[in-house]
């Protein structure tokens, strides 16, 4: 819980990316907090709120920086 966690727009803002894509990198990431949104009615769209812990971040830039 001491751990510096991100939101999805910190963390495009960070690494110059559009928050759609950062929401596509770690959507399935394991370690990210994905909180879903709950009695949502039928129809409407369901909404998750992305939390990504800075380790997590990390792995996934240094895997994407590998060339």
Partial sequence: MAERHYTVV??????????????????NEPGVLALEER???RG????????I????ALRVHRRLSRV
């Fill in 39 to 41: 009695g949502r009615k």
């Fill in 10 to 27: 910190e963390l495009a803002d960070r690494w110059n990316l559009s928050p759609d894509t950062i929401r596509k990198l770690f959507e």
């Fill in 53 to 56: 812990p800075e380790s997590v």
């Fill in 44 to 51: 409407k769209r369901r909404y998750t709120t992305l939390r």
